[in-house]
């Protein structure tokens, strides 16, 4: 029997992309509002209540909100707001790092943040194994496509088209510490350096390092090898490992989108620095895309169903 799935605030950015992924699955039935009663409280109640599982793609009040209208224990949830990431009794719906197994039995789902997604990806593995240390004074440089921030920044930046570039959380605040912290086991949150760039879509998140966060690993070249052995086995994070750097990196704004991420150690000639960059699509494995590979899990379907990526 199909899996009854309804996405609350399908008509925003990461509900668009994840309905679009889901149309045509004969494996998922969509439950759906109309325009005028998608924010109706009771008529979302009806379909959370009904639904197998439940998407939340709304603002973090919104989402907490949609928690509480659940009166069931059957309707299962996975939350792409911020609401829920390091919450007791929520698993972290990244299931190369948690776990597959973790992911397909839970209830409460929390779907990583786009940037912690190759901030994560890079470093949890590393400082898990004890190869990089937890006390080190991890910097994450990042530049996101305005997608990244809803229909609100889609606004802005489409109706002023003056706009390059967007540097912004220079209060040292944001909403993705708390999840980078502590799903890499670090004594203190990264210093995070985020941006927007006038491209739809699109995500690189650099964590440079020098030898000092060295940990169990003798070599920069080391932490290379241990991310490819590490996601050997899946086909969402590809590790590059050519140890030739290559001259740019860059963003494409007509690239087709993406649920894949790519993962880059540079180490430096003296192996006395390195950067790690993650390359990924902020609404594909940054947002819609983890999304999808989730509810597979939790729904029985392949993992990667409906994903776009390399190849498929
Ligand atoms: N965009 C991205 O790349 C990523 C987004 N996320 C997270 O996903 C969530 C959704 O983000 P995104 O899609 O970008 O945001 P959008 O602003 O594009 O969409 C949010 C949607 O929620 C609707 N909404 C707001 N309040 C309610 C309510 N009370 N009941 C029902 N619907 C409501 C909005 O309605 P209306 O259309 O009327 O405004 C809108 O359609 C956020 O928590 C965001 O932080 C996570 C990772 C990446
Ligand atoms: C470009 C931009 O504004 N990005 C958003 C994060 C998008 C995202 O990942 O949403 P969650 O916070 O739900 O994870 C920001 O920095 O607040």
Known sequence: MAARIFIDGAAGTTGIEIRDRLAGRSDVELLLLPEDRRKDASARRELLNAADIAILCLPDDAAREAVALIENAQTRVIDASSAHRVTDGWTYGFPELIGMEKVRDADRVSNPGCYPTGFLALLAPLTGAGLLRTDYPYSVNAVSGYSGGGKALIERFEQAPELAFRGYAYGGEHKHLP??????????????????????????????????????????????????????????????????????????????????????????????????????????????????????????????????????
């Open 179 to 312: 999840e980078m912290q502590t799903y890499a086991w670090l004594n203190a949150p990264p210093v995070f350096a985020p941006s927007v760039i006038p491209a739809f879509r699109g995500m690189i998140v650099e964590i440079p390092l020098t030898a000092q966060a060295l940990g169990k690993a003798s070599t920069m070249s080391e932490l290379r090898a241990y991310l490819a052995d590490f996601y050997a086995a899946g086909t969402v994070i590809n590790v590059e490992a050519g140890t030739e750097p290559p001259s740019e990196l860059l963003i494409e704004d007509d690239k087709d989108p993406s649920d894949g991420m790519t993962l880059w150690v540079f180490p430096s000639p003296d192996e006395q620095q390195a950067r790690l960059v993650a390359l990924l699509d902020n609404l594909g494995k940054g947002a819609s895309g983890a999304a999808i590979q989730s509810l597979n899990l939790m729904i029985g379907a392949p993992e990667t169903e409906g994903l776009r990526l390399p190849g498929c």
